[in-house]
């Protein structure tokens, strides 16, 4: 016959299972799935490329920035109008639920610039090497603010004809598109995105910026100190009235494609910030 204390040590064990399983049960979903505990969103990080380049400019972000679990989203920016290419981008983030985080390379920074104005997902702005325009300026404008540039003598003009509009493309001539916008990128990867560079049209960079998002949107900025496109000094200029936390590097006007781990890091210290 048992004792009490030979009851009360088989007794513990098969309690502690009995609510173990009580609580299985409590989590298990009407499919049969146990709940797990929520965590929190990530937001979707957008890469917006700039004029002379394309999405695939944005490869060694892409890859870090999935490795650690984000979303990210790296459309085709038209470069025809700053208006139009805003108003395009601005259609692809509405399509996207829950926070956001616009990224804007060169022209791609003016993109940003207009095309998170209104939108409350957009939580932080980043500006790589990017033209960040106030109300009223167009890119042209903030290129000509600073000597130092060598797209003047680096571009060609061609005339196109779309739809039945004319307008004139702007190019980098292959033989300049090294030394002017990738000084620090090999040179068969800079032969390559010479090749395949998309131009902007002449009205895009002539066109005058709209209400700026950066005035009610934190911003971040990466300076490259041997760009050659974008003077430093006028990309100080625009992250110091903007008021952006501005990291500099050593690097060219393609610090995307030749430093994509600076470049991500910047991001992500946005991503942080504005995820407390």
Known sequence: MRTSSTMRRVGAPLLIALAALLLASVLLTSSGQAKSPPSAVKPTIVLVH????????????????????????????????????????????????????????????????????????????????????????????????????????????????QGGQSGVDVYITTADFRSAFAGDVSSAKANLMAITQRPVTLAALSEKSGAPAWKSIRSWYLVGRQDEAIPPATQLFMAKRAHSHTVEINASHASLVSHPAAVTKLILAAVHTVAK
């Open 50 to 161: 700039g004029a002379w380049a394309d999405s695939s400019s944005w490869d060694g972000e892409i890859s870090r920035l999935q490795a650690d679990g984000y979303p990210v989203v790296a459309p085709a920016n038209p470069l025809r109008s700053l208006s139009g290419d805003a108003a395009y981008i601005a259609s692809v983030v509405k399509t996207i639920k829950g926070p956001i985080v616009l990224v804007g390379h060169s022209y791609g920074g003016a993109v940003i610039t207009n095309a998170a104005t209104g939108n409350p997902n957009v939580k932080a702005l980043v500006y790589i090497d990017a033209f960040v325009p106030a109300q009223g300026e167009s890119v042209l404008q903030l290129a000509a603010k600073n000597p130092g540039s060598q797209l003047p003598a680096s571009i060609t003009e061609a005339p196109y004809t």
